[in-house]
């Protein structure tokens, strides 16, 4: 019986913390008027090469190292994706279209990958 009063204690303690948190969340600022939403986060170009490129090129190259080709394969294919959303996601770069610069420096760079790959060939990878 105690642990059953202590349980609906807790629980409705829970709800009313919910319940304040949601009302404090939708109150006006002083004054009577709403804040602003905070502009939503977008990555820069930095962001991206650190956060999402940068650890698939480590991955790629212990993958064609130790000769998992297959993992090699799967991590060439998401370079090439990840690169591919980059280009949706910061269409300019220094006032140049990030698409060419990626079609300029990667894509050749991914197909000789692919090739090296599908050859099972560790120098090829290597020199790719």
Do not use: C
Not at 15 to 30: E, K, L, R
Not at 49 to 68: C, E, F, T, Y
């Amino acid at each position: 019986m105690r642990s059953a009063l202590w349980g609906t204690t807790v629980g409705l303690a829970a709800v009313a913390a919910v319940a304040i948190g949601i009302d404090a969340s939708q109150s006006p600022a002083p004054g009577g008027t709403r804040q602003a939403e905070p502009p939503a986060y977008r990555p820069v170009t930095s962001d991206l090469m650190n956060d999402v490129i940068q650890p698939r090129h480590v991955k790629l190259w212990l993958a064609g190292k130790s000769q998992n080709w297959a993992f090699a394969e799967y991590e060439r294919h998401n370079i090439g994706g990840a690169l591919a959303r980059m280009t949706q996601a910061i269409p300019t770069y220094k006032n140049m279209s990030t698409a060419s610069l990626v079609g300029s420096f990667a894509t050749p760079e991914l197909a000789d990958l692919e090739t090296a790959i599908k050859a099972r060939n560790e120098m090829a990878f290597v020199q790719a």
